[in-house]
């Protein structure tokens, strides 16, 4: 992978870990993200966790089916991204979710629990729009050890 350009970042999964990553979302953003190995695989999970669950809704949505361009989906609802099979490949997942009934955080969990020896190498792109469909500038940055933090530049209402 060539060094990342504005709004990537690379994250390193240790072997046996889950690394979580939150995204605040307001009422109508829609957040856009792609996971990219060079080699080998990496599963991931997504939670959409509400504020105040819209009339109708219990708890939080388990994003599944449907968020994800070219899926690998497990039983389990979680995605592999790169090739268990091929790990020479690697692999990349585009996914995208609009919070159109309301805000509230996105959990994103990159996982490596089932990996014994091998760390994996994540490039993580993410692109954030407004319910107007303006483009909001927002990237992730590393705060230390193994967390990561969501910073979004959204303009003054």
Same mark, same amino acid.
């Given at each position: 992978?060539?060094?990342?350009?504005?709004?990537?970042?690379?994250?390193?999964? @240790?072997?046996? @870990?889950?690394?979580?990553?939150?995204?605040?979302? @307001?009422?109508?953003?829609?957040?856009?993200?792609?996971?990219?190995?060079?080699?080998?695989?990496?599963?991931?999970?997504?939670?959409? !966790?509400?504020?105040?669950?819209?009339?109708?809704?219990?708890? #939080?949505? @388990?994003?599944?089916?449907?968020?994800?361009?070219?899926?690998?989906?497990?039983?389990?609802?979680?995605?592999?991204?790169?090739?268990?099979?091929?790990?020479?490949?690697?692999? !990349?997942?585009?996914?995208?979710?609009?919070? #159109?009934?309301?805000?509230? $955080?996105?959990?994103?969990?990159? #996982?490596?629990?089932?990996?014994?020896?091998?760390?994996?190498?994540?490039?993580?792109?993410?692109?954030?729009?407004?319910? #107007?469909?303006?483009?909001?500038? $927002?990237?992730?940055?590393?705060?230390?050890?193994?967390?990561?933090?969501?910073?979004?530049?959204?303009?003054?209402?």
């Amino acid at each position: 992978l060539l060094p990342p350009e504005q709004g990537e970042i690379d994250i390193q999964v @240790k072997a046996r @870990k889950d690394l979580p990553i939150i995204f605040d979302l @307001k009422a109508g953003e829609r957040l856009q993200w792609t996971l990219q190995l060079e080699k080998y695989d990496v599963r991931s999970r997504v939670v959409f !966790k509400y504020d105040a669950p819209p009339e109708g809704v219990m708890g #939080d949505a @388990k994003l599944g089916k449907g968020i994800a361009a070219g899926e690998v989906d497990m039983s389990d609802g979680s995605f592999v991204t790169g090739n268990p099979k091929d790990p020479e490949l690697g692999g !990349k997942t585009e996914f995208g979710y609009t919070a #159109d009934r309301g805000g509230g $955080c996105l959990h994103l969990t990159l #996982d490596n629990s089932y990996s014994k020896m091998r760390a994996k190498r994540v490039r993580l792109s993410v692109r954030l729009t407004g319910a #107007d469909g303006q483009s909001i500038e $927002c990237n992730v940055i590393h705060s230390g050890g193994t967390r990561y933090t969501f910073v979004a530049e959204r303009p003054a209402a």
